[in-house]
């Protein structure tokens, strides 16, 4: 079966693609949802959702259809399309899901990737508490100083290394993806690149912990558009968040 479904006329040949994963406090997904609402993205596509958590919900500012778990986002006079994630995989099709996902962005003519995700707060070491964001390039992805990914190589974002030990052998703990705690399929995705993959590649992640994140999620989508050189004048928070984000308030009644 198809995996990808376009709406509406749109191409993702020369864009960034921005890709959400799903993992500790959501906070990639809220930093896609502000992306999005920012910069009027409109939904282009859906994704096959058979490999994730089935979910369904009405539309952002009551359009018309419903909110599929995967779903694709652009518009043509922006340089970025953003993948939005709202359940996770089934944990028996995990890597079927990043198959197919990695083979949808193999074949879209995406001129570069960024990948987002959240990690533990908690597992941090004392450098890393210097920054609340950090980096992972994957081995064998190409050059970045000329792409549109360029401007990480000049941002002073460091690279993410993990507390804990993966490997008996030094050398192996070189070149395999470290250990990301809370960070979901992060860390499949970025293993799973073939040794061919051609397109340009990079993983943000920003330590966060469970809350209120929208602060940590405003944040990660200022350092997404700084890292791909888009200009947002004005932050706009979707409309779901001033009801859905953390469901309907407690009727006061109930406290006397």
């Not at 993992?23 to 930093?31: E, F, G, H, K, R």
Request: overall charge negative; aromatic content about 6%; charged content about 15%.
């Amino acid at each position: 079966m198809t995996f990808y479904h376009p709406t509406a006329h749109f191409s993702t040949k020369g864009k960034v693609l921005v890709v959400p994963v799903v993992s500790v406090a959501n906070v990639a997904q809220l930093a896609a949802d502000l992306l999005i609402a920012s910069l009027s993205l409109h939904r282009v596509g859906i994704f096959d959702p058979r490999t994730l958590v089935p979910v369904v919900g009405a539309r952002e500012d009551d359009l018309p259809g419903v909110t599929t778990p995967l779903e694709l986002f652009g518009r043509d006079d922006v340089n970025i399309a953003v993948i939005q994630q709202r359940s996770p995989a089934l944990k028996s099709s995990k890597q079927d899901f990043v198959d197919s996902l990695l083979e949808f962005i193999r074949t879209s003519g995406a001129s570069a990737v960024l990948v987002i995700g959240g990690v533990d707060m908690s597992n941090r070491t004392d450098p890393q508490m210097l920054t609340p964001t950090c980096q992972i390039v994957p081995p064998g992805t190409p050059d970045l100083t000329s792409g549109p990914l360029a401007a990480l190589t000049t941002l002073p974002i460091p690279i993410y290394t993990s507390p804990v030990s993966q490997f008996l052998h030094i050398d192996a703990e070189r070149i395999a993806i470290p250990f990301i705690p809370g960070g979901g399929l992060s860390r499949r995705i970025l293993s799973s690149l073939s040794d061919s993959w051609q397109i340009p590649t990079v993983c943000l992640l920003q330590y966060v912990m469970e809350g209120d994140n929208r602060a940590d999620a405003q944040l990660m989508a200022a350092v997404v558009s700084k890292v791909l050189q888009v200009e947002v004048s004005n932050w706009k928070q979707p409309s779901s968040w001033g009801h859905g984000l953390f469901g309907t308030p407690h009727d006061q009644t109930l406290y006397g």
